[in-house]
């Protein structure tokens, strides 16, 4: 297994000089380097890309660049026309959060490369950069409930929720579209059962749609969402796909890495109830667009999880 730390370290330690030192060589011909101080990805031009240059705040892609050893710094790196991506460190907060993101996810595509061609691991990548600096705690609950779902299904059902989530990034209407059924997951942290929905999104289709509530605890005997991921990453059975580790970079953006680091939950319980089951509402007027509201699910009956995975 790759030691993350090991290689953030060793990038902290290399002259910011104009040469390209290696850090680390990942597997299908891909490495980290380091130039200037920043951090890049080179992938062998396998895709064929014509020369191609794009900036962005934080994002350098660069494709068909001839890379050639000329120190033992690199010998080990093969000649030839490589796909570069380059992080451009600064001074801001954000740069460890952004190089861990950015290493972790360079990985990710290093061992799954197959799946995703070089040009949509750079969107991916783009898209990350720009989310917004949300750090709201409900982003935090949120995210520890989902997680928690995961590792709850897979331990009690053997069953790998990873692949259906959010499937199409933070477009996704649902949580979790999977071909049996699509669930919604609301957290909470509280006594409180009554969440906020979206009656559109969740009684689209009703007959395949899931409510899952999830009741958390904070508590010192609890888990960080830091441990939570360790533990999840550390499974070779489940969570190791690449658009998963997209999208939990992206999820953790929206958190406040203090709050990822400090806050420990423990899971009380799982509820799960059919939306058709749950809908206030038979019938809503053609004039009534994006209704949301809160509902309260202490007054309804929930069923077995294990009956929506049949």
């Known amino acids: 297994m790759i030691d993350i730390?090991?290689?953030?370290?060793?990038?902290?330690?290399?002259?910011q000089?104009?040469?390209?030192?290696?850090?680390?060589?990942?597997?299908?011909?891909?490495?980290?380097?380091?130039?200037?101080?920043?951090?890049?990805?080179?992938?062998?031009?396998?895709?064929?890309?014509?020369?191609?240059?794009?900036?962005?705040?934080?994002?350098h892609l660069e494709t068909n660049v001839f890379v050639s050893a000329f120190n033992t710094s690199v010998s080990s790196f093969e000649?030839?026309?490589?796909?570069?991506?380059?992080?451009?460190?600064?001074?801001?907060?954000?740069?460890?959060?952004?190089?861990?993101?950015?290493?972790?996810?360079?990985?990710?595509?290093?061992?799954?490369?197959q799946g995703q061609e070089f040009m949509q691991f750079f969107d991916s990548l783009v898209a990350l950069f720009q989310l917004p600096k949300e750090q709201h705690y409900k982003?935090?609950?949120?995210?520890?409930?989902?997680?928690?779902?995961?590792?709850?299904?897979?331990?009690?059902?053997?069953?790998?929720?990873?692949?259906?989530?959010?499937?199409?990034?933070?477009?996704?209407?649902?949580?979790?579209?999977?071909?049996?059924?699509?669930?919604?997951?609301?957290?909470?942290?509280?006594?409180s059962m009554r969440f906020t929905i979206k009656h559109d999104q969740l009684f689209s289709v009703a007959e395949k749609n899931y409510l899952i509530a999830i009741v958390l605890e904070e508590s010192n005997a609890g888990r960080t969402l830091e441990e939570i991921i360790t533990s999840l990453k550390d499974s070779p059975d489940y969570c190791n796909g690449l658009q998963f580790s997209i999208n939990l970079e992206k999820e953790k953006r929206r958190v406040s890495p203090i709050d990822a680091k400090h806050k420990r939950f423990v899971l009380k319980k799982v509820y799960a109830y059919p939306?058709?089951?749950?809908?206030?509402?038979?019938?809503?007027?053609?004039?009534?667009?994006?209704?949301?509201?809160?509902?309260?699910?202490?007054?309804?009956k929930d069923i077995s999880i294990a009956d929506i995975l049949l």
């Not at 380059?86 to 801001?92: A, I, P, T, V």
């Not at 809503?284 to 209704?291: A, K, Q, R, S």
């Open 5 to 15: 730390s090991n290689i953030l370290n060793r990038i902290h330690a290399i002259p």
């Open 139 to 191: 982003n935090l609950i949120g995210l520890v409930g989902e997680l928690t779902l995961i590792e709850y299904i897979f331990i009690n059902n053997s069953l790998d929720l990873s692949p259906y989530w959010h499937t199409d990034g933070s477009a996704s209407r649902l949580d979790f579209v999977c071909p049996f059924a699509n669930l919604e997951v609301k957290t909470t942290a509280s006594n």
């Open 275 to 300: 939306a058709s089951n749950i809908n206030p509402f038979e019938n809503i007027p053609d004039c009534v667009e994006d209704l949301s509201y809160k509902i309260d699910l202490l007054s309804f």
């Open 79 to 113: 000649n030839g026309y490589y796909n570069t991506v380059e992080l451009q460190m600064s001074d801001s907060n954000e740069t460890e959060g952004n190089l861990s993101a950015f290493v972790n996810l360079c990985i990710s595509h290093a061992s799954y490369m």
């Open 17 to 59: 000089d104009s040469t390209l030192y290696l850090i680390e060589r990942l597997p299908s011909g891909t490495g980290l380097f380091v130039s200037n101080g920043n951090v890049l990805y080179l992938v062998p031009n396998q895709d064929r890309c014509a020369s191609l240059s794009i900036k962005t705040e934080f994002l």
